[in-house]
């Protein structure tokens, strides 16, 4: 497996293309996969039950001091940001929203680089705010591999467009084949 962990980002729009990619990243032993989506508090459960019934993997909602363990799937819950640990445990906060957002993409992607320098993936993908980008440029400066949907895929292209204006991603893909592409990534199959 070339990565230890993928992150994953995303805001309006960007359920339907999980829902897309789910199936498809599950046919591969991939990494942890941890996502950050801009949830409202307390909606985690239905967006896990969703997520269970089209991935065919585990998927839970984010805890404190929680293992990260392979082919599971964690969604930060709406009103915590997540951070992983340098000995790679989650961590939950409650402080308040970064970039109006909370779980805030960024707080994230920017703990995920320090644990994991260049053995992480960071996915941004479609939304409505600039939450991702910071995060994305910092990945990318400690080693990691980038994936950016592209802004014509996207049903709100602000997020993409946020992260190519801060840096160069390794892999530009629309929305219908980034669940191929990230599968092959996290297999292993290609760098």
């Known amino acids: ?13 960007s359920f339907e293309v999980l829902l897309d ?4 990243w599950a046919a591969v032993p991939f990494p942890p996969l941890l ?19 089209h991935c065919g993997c585990a998927a839970v909602e ?7 363990e392979a082919r599971t799937v964690y969604l930060a819950p709406g ?3 997540v951070l992983i640990e340098r000995d790679q445990t989650l961590s939950l906060s409650s402080d308040g929203p970064v970039n109006h957002a909370q779980p ?13 320098g260049n053995r992480l993936l960071g996915v941004l993908l479609t939304g409505a705010s600039g939450d991702g980008a910071r995060g994305m440029a910092q990945i990318q400066a400690l080693g990691g591999t980038l994936v950016v949907q592209t802004p014509a895929s996207a049903v709100a ?5 946020a992260a190519l204006e801060r840096c160069r ?10 669940g191929q592409l990230v599968a092959q990534l996290a297999g292993g199959a290609i760098d």
């Open 21 to 24: 990619a789910l199936p498809q």
């Open 35 to 53: 996502l950050a989506l801009h949830i409202p508090r307390g909606s985690a459960q239905d967006f896990i039950r969703h997520f269970r019934e």
């Open 1 to 13: 497996m070339q990565f230890d962990a993928v992150v994953i980002g995303g805001s309006h729009g």
């Open 104 to 116: 805030s993409i960024d707080v994230l992607f920017e703990s995920a680089a320090i644990a994991f």
């Open 62 to 68: 984010a805890e404190d001091k929680q293992r990260l």
């Open 157 to 161: 292209p602000t997020m993409p467009e």
């Open 79 to 81: 009103g915590y940001h």
């Open 169 to 178: 991603p390794d892999h530009l893909v629309a929305a219908d084949a980034l």
